[in-house]
Each structure stands twice: as structure tokens, then as C-alpha cells.
């Protein structure tokens, strides 16, 4: 079943989504060269702690840190370690969430580490990026769940990719409802799969967390011995973009970005529903 959200509730995620946005944006500052993905872990907590907010990864499912650090070509899940030290060249993509008054929030980015990258990766994170939201822009009212994995999709297949071939889309992991829980009903696949039909039809408190996830190669992905760690069968690296997103009677609301994702909406013509915390 699909929870359905009051205005009220929505507002409460939108405090949450705000203190994962003030993750995201202390941990970008944090990941250069040098330091490890434990060191952006505590920045992670510190964060959340100066909000008096909880981590809603750490210990979900046995998860043993606060956000999830998935270098190179790690696709997701990656665990911080001291061992694990950010070099120049390096991508990162970090995944975190909090809970505020029980509500959650839930996003991910991807950050270059220093300098020096090659254009094939900084087209892979662009295009991942924008297929993100080219997904949000397809929450709309009365379109149904498949219209945004289609959306994810095309804008990813018309993309030139650098020397020819095809991205990978992650095909074992997705986007997902959230609220009350991290990870909720529906499931959101990053393509169509004509199997599972339409999905349900998108109505005002319809919340989810949207999330490509792409490699320069392979489609496919492995689990570590650590049984966290995924990363690509053929070694390519990959990228991961996610933001919690709120469908209003007003239109929709990035619920995980600092201006609930007007500037980037505006380039699909789509005014965002007003911010409840404004």
C-alpha cells in the first residue's frame, strides 16, 4: 500500500529533507583528497546531531554507519572505513538520510574529489544528474509510476555516450516511496519493465525518493563479502543521484533541495508547490 501524506506530514519531511540537504552540503565541502569516507562520516553526524535529527541508515538492517560512501565504482551501499582514502580523481557518491518527529528524508549525490577528471566521468554524473530530474518533472498529477521510470529512461538513452556504446541503468536497485519508513511502497525502477504494468496513479501526498543509478558500462552489479558493498560486475564506475520529492495538489516539491527544486524544475516549465517552512 502507498502512504498518502497530509499537508502537516509533508512539512514534517520537508524539516527532514532539510537537514539531509545540510549533510550533503557539509560532506561535499569535506571530500577532497586526503580524507577518508570515515571523516565524512562523522561530518555526517555532527550535522545531524546540530539538528537534533536521527540517522535513519545507521543501523538499518545492521548498517554500521551513517552514510553510505560509494567511491569509484562502487555503485551504492559503500561502508565508510578509515581505510578508504579519497585521492584526486576519485568520484564519490554520498547517500544519507535523517529522521525528524518520525518523518524521512532520504537523497544522494555525486562529487568529484579534486581535479583532473576524465570528461567521460563528468558526463556520466550530468547525465545522471539529469535524469533525476527529468524524473521529477514527470511526477505529476494523474500521470502513473511507470511515466517516471520512462522519463528516468529516455532522458538517459537519448544522451550521446563519450566513444559510443550505452549507459549502464542499474537494473537491481531503485527509487521508492518514503515517509514514515526509509524505504516504502512503491517500488521505482529507473526503466520500463513492461511486466509490471502502469503502477499506481500519482495523487497529492504521493512522496518518493527518486534515484538513478548509472554506469559506463554494465547494467549488472555484485555484492561484497560484506554484504553492503555493490559494485559493478565489469569494473566501469558508476554514478548516483536521489532526491525525496512530495506531489502536492500545487504541484511537486523537492522535499531533499534547498529551494525544493524550483530552479531546476523551471527548466521543465514546472512552477514547485510552495514551501511549507518558508
Same mark, same amino acid.
Given at each position: 500500500?502507498?502512504?498518502?501524506?497530509?499537508?502537516?506530514?509533508?512539512?514534517?519531511?520537508?524539516?527532514?529533507?532539510?537537514?539531509?540537504?545540510?549533510?550533503?552540503? =557539509?560532506?561535499?565541502? #569535506?571530500? *577532497?583528497?586526503?580524507?577518508?569516507?570515515?571523516? /565524512?562520516? &562523522?561530518?555526517? $553526524?555532527?550535522?545531524?546531531?546540530?539538528?537534533?535529527?536521527?540517522?535513519?541508515?545507521?543501523?538499518?538492517?545492521?548498517?554500521?554507519?551513517?552514510?553510505?560512501?560509494?567511491?569509484?565504482?562502487?555503485?551504492?551501499?559503500?561502508?565508510?572505513?578509515?581505510?578508504?582514502?579519497?585521492?584526486?580523481?576519485?568520484?564519490?557518491?554520498i547517500d544519507c538520510g535523517a529522521i525528524v518527529d518520525?518523518?524521512?528524508?532520504? =537523497?544522494?549525490?555525486? #562529487?568529484? *574529489?579534486?581535479?583532473?577528471?576524465?570528461?567521460? /566521468?563528468? &558526463?556520466?554524473? $550530468?547525465?545522471?544528474?539529469?535524469?533525476?530530474?527529468?524524473?521529477?518533472?514527470?511526477?505529476?498529477?494523474?500521470?502513473?509510476?511507470?511515466?517516471?521510470?520512462?522519463?528516468?529512461?529516455?532522458?538517459?538513452?537519448?544522451?550521446?555516450?563519450?566513444?559510443?556504446?550505452?549507459?549502464?541503468?542499474?537494473?537491481?536497485?531503485?527509487?521508492?516511496?518514503?515517509?514514515?519508513?526509509?524505504?516504502?511502497?512503491?517500488?521505482?525502477?529507473?526503466?520500463?519493465?513492461?511486466?509490471?504494468?502502469?503502477?499506481?496513479? /500519482?495523487?497529492?501526498?504521493?512522496?518518493?525518493?527518486?534515484?538513478?543509478?548509472?554506469?559506463?558500462?554494465?547494467?549488472?552489479?555484485?555484492?561484497?563479502?560484506?554484504?553492503?558493498?555493490?559494485?559493478?560486475?565489469?569494473?566501469?564506475?558508476?554514478?548516483?543521484?536521489?532526491?525525496?520529492?512530495?506531489?502536492?495538489?500545487?504541484?511537486?516539491?523537492?522535499?531533499?533541495?534547498?529551494?525544493?527544486?524550483?530552479?531546476?524544475?523551471?527548466?521543465?516549465?514546472?512552477?514547485?508547490?510552495?514551501?511549507?517552512?518558508?
Open positions: 500500500m502507498v502512504q498518502i501524506k497530509t499537508p502537516e506530514q509533508i512539512a514534517k519531511m520537508r524539516a527532514a529533507g532539510l537537514v539531509v540537504a545540510a549533510i550533503h552540503a =557539509a560532506t561535499r565541502q #569535506a571530500a *577532497v583528497p586526503g580524507a577518508s569516507t570515515k571523516d /565524512l562520516d &562523522e561530518v555526517a $553526524r555532527k550535522v545531524l546531531a546540530e539538528h537534533g535529527a536521527k540517522s535513519n541508515f545507521l543501523g538499518y538492517g545492521g548498517f554500521p554507519a551513517t552514510i553510505c560512501t560509494s567511491v569509484n565504482d562502487v555503485v551504492v551501499h559503500g561502508i565508510p572505513s578509515e581505510d578508504v582514502v579519497l585521492k584526486d580523481g576519485d568520484i564519490i557518491s518520525g518523518w524521512h528524508g532520504d =537523497a544522494a549525490y555525486t #562529487a568529484f *574529489v579534486g581535479s583532473g577528471h576524465a570528461p567521460e /566521468l563528468v &558526463e556520466l554524473s $550530468r547525465v545522471t544528474e539529469g535524469s533525476m530530474w527529468a524524473g521529477i518533472a514527470a511526477m505529476k498529477l494523474g500521470n502513473r509510476l511507470v511515466d517516471i521510470s520512462r522519463a528516468i529512461e529516455t532522458y538517459i538513452r537519448r544522451q550521446p555516450k563519450p566513444g559510443g556504446g550505452r549507459y549502464g541503468i542499474i537494473e537491481d536497485y531503485g527509487g521508492h516511496g518514503i515517509g514514515t519508513e526509509m524505504h516504502m511502497d512503491p517500488h521505482l525502477l529507473n526503466y520500463v519493465e513492461r511486466r509490471r504494468g502502469k503502477g499506481p496513479k /500519482l495523487v497529492p501526498g504521493f512522496c518518493l525518493a527518486i534515484e538513478p543509478m548509472v554506469s559506463l558500462g554494465t547494467p549488472r552489479t555484485e555484492v561484497l563479502e560484506d554484504d553492503w558493498t555493490v559494485i559493478t560486475t565489469d569494473g566501469t564506475w558508476s554514478s548516483h543521484w536521489e532526491h525525496s520529492v512530495a506531489l502536492t495538489e500545487e504541484g511537486p516539491l523537492v522535499l531533499t533541495a534547498v529551494d525544493g527544486g524550483k530552479a531546476k524544475l523551471a527548466e521543465f516549465g514546472i512552477t514547485t508547490a510552495p514551501d511549507p517552512l518558508a
